[in-house]
């Protein structure tokens, strides 16, 4: 599991929040990324950062796909003598 987070600076609650989350996440060896931009939650901040998570996911499916291939590297594949 990977986890992405990102929070404005102006979100006191919400950073302090996320913070807490990703303290705990990554005492339980959970990677996680965890970001800070200023702004607070608003449109504009999710305009402006949802690319960021976007990337973050799309970089995890393609990284369990390079993984997930190569576990079944020789798999089918008869044992040799």
Excluded: C
Aim: proline share 2%; net charge negative.
């Amino acid at each position: 599991m990977r986890i992405y987070l990102d929070s404005g600076k102006s979100d006191i609650n919400e950073l302090k929040e996320a913070t807490e989350f990703t303290n705990v996440i990554s005492k339980l060896k959970i990677y996680n990324m965890f970001k800070q931009f200023p702004g607070s939650h608003t449109w504009d901040y999710w305009r402006e950062h949802l690319a960021d998570s976007l990337t973050f996911v799309g970089e995890q499916f393609q990284i369990a796909q390079i993984a997930h291939a190569a576990d079944n590297v020789g798999h089918g594949q008869l044992k040799k003598p």
